[in-house]
């Protein structure tokens, strides 16, 4: 508490960023992971993705190193929309005293995340696409052939107009609303259950970290079948009015992974989200305190 809104959104923005430029790589893998395999039976397709590290080598002999980085700027652009405009809601939420109520701090981050989500969501979009671009050989789910970010948006824009730079919203929202609950919540509690039983001085960094840390767990659990279900209506190839060629909306999408891939399908990628979730969390919520102390 003690800063303003307006400055929460700047604060927000720029910790998210710094978290993203560390975090990114995973977010490549974890877009190749959950993508692999789409609509198919386990153990019926190839997988030029097992596992974490071993997706991490995949994406660096196909792509480079560079590789590892892929949608970058379009991560940058999506972190610094989306939590910036989250944290600004929810500050705005402790001024107004609606987190000091019974579950106000899981109501004001869901709809934090969930506002921040619609804001972000072209961005996210076209992370999407730009971070499953590969080589043929190793390339899962749709090639969308984007050149780079500014002709990402040119040619969805063109396509479809403003209302294709929105799809797969649908997804982001509830992604994003039970991440930022479970997040903005958990932290604020381990936080303070970490302090208040004294393994950690109050307002100390290590605090914040072991916060950072129990969220990220949180967060990954509850945010995964979403995170791939939004993956999924981002990335599918769309008829010329816009339409999914692979899934009508969020719930036809959570009945055909489950039928066809089964329900470990909307697990798909776990170990990467943790990996990419843990790390970012503990950063972008480390960051954010630590902007606003100072």
Known sequence: GGVPPAVD?????????????????LEVVKTRLQ??????????????????????GAVCRADGLRGLQKGLAAGLLYQGLM??????????????????????????GAVAGAVGAVVGSPAYLVKTHLQAQTLSAVAVGHQHNHENISAAFKTIYKQHGVAGLWRGVSGAV????????????????????VCEYQWFREGSWAAVLAGGMVSGVAVAVTMTPFDVISTRLYNQPVEADGTGKLYRGFLDCILQIS??????GLYKGIGAVYLRLGPHTVLSLFFWDELRKM
Do not use: H, I, M
């Open 9 to 25: 959104l700047v604060l927000g923005a720029a910790a998210g960023c710094l978290a993203c430029v560390l975090t990114n790589p």
């Open 35 to 56: 993508l692999q395999g789409e609509l198919q039976p386990p153990g019926t397709y190839p997988r030029p993705y097992r596992g974490v590290l071993r997706a991490v």
């Open 83 to 108: 939590n910036g405009v989250r944290f600004y809601c929810y500050s705005l939420a402790e001024d107004a005293g609606w987190t000091c109520y019974p579950g106000g701090t899981v109501a004001a």
């Open 174 to 193: 509830p992604r994003v609303a039970v991440g930022s609950a479970a997040q903005l919540a958990t932290f604020t509690s381990a936080k303070d259950w």
């Open 259 to 264: 039928s066809k891939e089964g329900l470990l």
